[in-house]
C-alpha cells in the first residue's frame, strides 16, 4: 500500500481480556517496527522484524506481550490478560532495510484503553 | 547507552515568530539525531536528520537542526511560523546509521497562534 495502515485506530477493552492490533507495512519494506506511546512519554521500543532473521523482542515489558510476522507482510502485536498500565498509542512502523538511516514511515497507531 | 532530553512539552509561539524547539542527546558515540514531526491523527514523519555530515541540516517545510557536539544539542528551528506547523515534534538518536532502533524523546507539542 502506499503508507503504514494499521487497525484499529481506535480500541477500548476490559482489563483482563487479550487484544490484537495490526500492521500493514508499505510493500516491499523489510523492516517493521512496533513502538509504544504512553501519555506524557517518549516513543518506546517494543520489538524488530528484519525479513526471515529472528526478531528483536528485547523491547516487550512482559511475556503477555507477543507479536508475529508471515514473512514481509502483515504482523500483528498481541496483548493477553490486558492492564490498565497497557493503555497507550502503539504504533507501527516500516522501512526498506534494517537501518535507522533508511529512515522509518509510521502508521497512525492504535490507542488502546484498557478499563 | 543513549537517551534524548526534549524540554518544554509545549510551546507556543505566534505565526510569523521564531520556532526553537530544544533538543539534548547523551551517546557515547558519535550520534545519528533525528527530528519527526506528527500531525493530529497522523503517523510520525521525517523532517530530518543528522548523519555526520554537515552539521547544519535542513529538512522538509522551511525546518533546519544545528548539530552541536560541545552542547550535545540538535535544536530545531523555523525563522517564521505557521499555522500548518502546529504540530507534535519528536527528537530522536540513534548510536550509528545501521542501528535497528532509535530513542525518542517525550516530545514537544508546537501550538501557533493568531
Known amino acids: 500500500g502506499a503508507g503504514v495502515s494499521q487497525s484499529p485506530s481506535n480500541k477500548v477493552t476490559e482489563k483482563g481480556k487479550d487484544v490484537e492490533l495490526r500492521c500493514d507495512p508499505i510493500?516491499?519494506?523489510?523492516?517493521l517496527y512496533w513502538y509504544r506511546q504512553r501519555l506524557g512519554q517518549g516513543l518506546e521500543f517494543l520489538i524488530y522484524?528484519?525479513?526471515?532473521?529472528?526478531?528483536?523482542k528485547s523491547g516487550l515489558p512482559s511475556d503477555r506481550f507477543s507479536a508475529e510476522r508471515t514473512g514481509e507482510s502483515v504482523s500483528t502485536l498481541t496483548i493477553q490478560r490486558t492492564q490498565q498500565e497497557d493503555s497507550a498509542v502503539y504504533l507501527c512502523?516500516?522501512?526498506?532495510?534494517?537501518?535507522?538511516?533508511?529512515?522509518?514511515?509510521f502508521g497512525s497507531g492504535t490507542r488502546l484503553t484498557v478499563v | 547507552a543513549q537517551s534524548v532530553t526534549q524540554l518544554g512539552s509545549h510551546v507556543s509561539v505566534s505565526e510569523g515568530a521564531l520556532v526553537l524547539l530544544r533538543c539534548n542527546y547523551s551517546?557515547?558515540?558519535?550520534?545519528?539525531l533525528f527530528w519527526y514531526v506528527q500531525y493530529p491523527n497522523q503517523g510520525l514523519q521525517l523532517l530530518l536528520k543528522?548523519?555526520?555530515?554537515?552539521?547544519l541540516v535542513k529538512g522538509i517545510n522551511g525546518f533546519e537542526a544545528e548539530f552541536k557536539k560541545s552542547e550535545t544539542s540538535f535544536h530545531l528551528t523555523k525563522p517564521s511560523a505557521h499555522m500548518s506547523d502546529a504540530a507534535e515534534y519528536f527528537c530522536?538518536?540513534?548510536?550509528?546509521?545501521?542501528?535497528?532502533?532509535?530513542?525518542f524523546g517525550t516530545g514537544t507539542r508546537l501550538q501557533v497562534t493568531l
Open positions: 512502523a516500516s522501512s526498506l532495510e534494517g537501518r535507522v538511516n533508511s529512515g522509518y514511515t
Open positions: 522484524f528484519q525479513g526471515n532473521s529472528a526478531p528483536d
Open positions: 510493500s516491499g519494506h523489510t523492516a
Open positions: 551517546s557515547s558515540v558519535p550520534p545519528y
Open positions: 543528522y548523519t555526520s555530515a554537515a552539521t
Open positions: 530522536a538518536v540513534s548510536e550509528d546509521g545501521t542501528a535497528s532502533k532509535l530513542t
